[in-house]
Each structure stands twice: as C-alpha cells, then as structure tokens.
C-alpha cells in the first residue's frame, strides 16, 4: 500500500522535519518506507535513512507499507497529514 505526498516543508526533509516524521513514524503500528524518484526506499523510522533522501520543496515522495489492511492504511494517513501539517507551519 502507498501514499504520495509532494512536500512543502520550507528547506525539505532536513534535519527537524525528519527528526519530527521519524518520531512520528516509530510511533505507528505498522513498519512504513519512504523514498523519492532517485533514491531509497528507506526506512520512515531512520533519521540518517530520511535525511540520506534529500528531498527538497516539491519533491514527491512516497510512503509505503508491505501490509495492504485497515491499520496500515491508517499509518499511511497519520504520516501524509503530519506532511501537510509540517508544510503549512
């Protein structure tokens, strides 16, 4: 199962917003990967795996799970809205 997600985070996925996503994605039940057109997948709960992404503004990047059920869907969700609330502040 996958979300995209263009990030608007100002400066990209550097060092508090993935600290923040990282944290965020420990906290899910569900293992989750991330990766961008040009590199991972990596782990959503590595910080040095994250940061290893430079993704930048307007980069998309994709969420992913290896289960395809209702708990895995909710991760999926819980970690795209944390992007969206990282980009609008």
């Known amino acids: 199962m996958e ?7 100002d400066g990209g996925l ?7 996503l990282v944290a965020e994605a420990a906290r899910q ?10 590199r991972g997948p990596v ?10 992404l430079g993704a930048m503004p307007g980069d ?5 799970t290896e289960t395809d059920d209702e ?3 909710a991760t999926l969700d819980a970690l795209v809205a944390f992007l ?3 980009g609008a502040s």
């Open 14 to 20: 550097h060092a508090r917003p993935a600290a923040q």
């Open 60 to 64: 998309t990047v994709v969420l992913s």
């Open 84 to 86: 969206e609330r990282a």
């Open 29 to 38: 039940p569900v293992p989750v990967t991330i990766r961008t057109a040009t």
């Open 43 to 52: 782990s959503a709960a590595s910080i040095l795996g994250v940061m290893t």
């Open 3 to 9: 979300r995209t997600h263009v990030v608007t985070v």
């Open 71 to 73: 708990q895995a869907s």
